[in-house]
Nanobody
Framework: QVQLVESGGGLVQAGGSLRLSCAAS????????MGWFRQAPGKEREFVAT????????YSADSVKGRFTISRDNAKNTVYLQMNSLRPEDTAVYYC?????????????????WGQGTQVTVSS
């Protein structure tokens, strides 16, 4: 069982930056692929970025490529999402998720554990 707790969300002006963190419980964090998703009001949950178990491989959605960076620190059982050049359309609840696989995982149904989410609001 893995428990995930996100933090770092908040209100920021367009063009600003935020760094989200996701702390995981359990000693097997390094064996999981991790991902970030987001869900805006009235919309479906959307893939943002994923990172392999070792951190050597990452993949991001086109909508955030070049602005958001996913990373992880296995010694701290934490995955991060650095968000730069934020836009109003980035406003959403952001969720981290863990998959019991080591490679990149894009589909939400392939994730086994989810956090409760953290709100990110970008004002224009």
């Amino acid at each position: 069982q893995v428990q995930l707790v996100e933090s770092g969300g908040g209100l920021v002006q367009a063009g600003g930056s935020l760094r989200l963190s996701c702390a995981a419980s359990g000693r097997t964090f390094s064996s999981y692929a991790m991902g970030w998703f987001r869900q805006a009001p009235g919309k479906e949950r959307e893939f943002v970025a994923t990172i392999s178990w070792s951190g050597t491989d990452t993949y991001s959605a086109d909508s955030v490529k070049g602005r958001f960076t996913i990373s992880r620190d296995n010694a701290k059982n934490t995955v991060y999402l650095q968000m730069n050049s934020l836009r109003p359309e980035d406003t959403a609840v952001y969720y981290c998720a863990a998959a019991t696989t080591r490679g990149l995982v894009l589909g939400p149904r392939s994730y086994n554990y989810w956090g409760q989410g953290t709100q990110v609001t970008v004002s224009s």
